[in-house]
């Protein structure tokens, strides 16, 4: 019995390759992970603004000291940033210590 094998010329250039197993599952990993990354920062976005919004609304602070200091003006800086550095915002207030449930 005659066995004959019939070697292949290669092309020039490198061999196409394949992701293996562990590449493929490590890139869908990191994919899920990052999907989840994005979720969870909405969240917390959306969580805030509702919260911003319920004390807009609770009477609890304005809509402008609510959401204002968080705009971005053209340069980058958040608004109050900018009026801090500006010296544009008055002091605040002496601190009120209430004592509850003493009685004199």
Not at 13 to 20: I, N, R
Not at 56 to 83: K, Q, T
Request: charged share 25%; hydrophobic share 40%.
């Amino acid at each position: 019995m005659r066995i004959s094998l019939i070697l292949l010329k290669a092309e020039k250039g490198p061999l196409p390759t394949f992701p293996s197993y562990q590449q493929e599952k490590r890139r869908k990993a990191e994919a899920q992970a990052l999907e989840q990354a994005r979720i969870s920062v909405c969240s917390v976005l959306r969580d805030w603004t509702k919260a911003q919004i319920t004390a807009v609304e609770a009477g609890v602070m304005s809509f402008e000291s609510a959401f204002m200091p968080h705009m971005l003006l053209r340069d980058g800086r958040r608004v109050i940033d900018a009026a801090q550095e500006a010296n544009l915002l008055p002091a605040p207030p002496d601190e009120k210590i209430v004592g509850i449930g003493t009685s004199k």
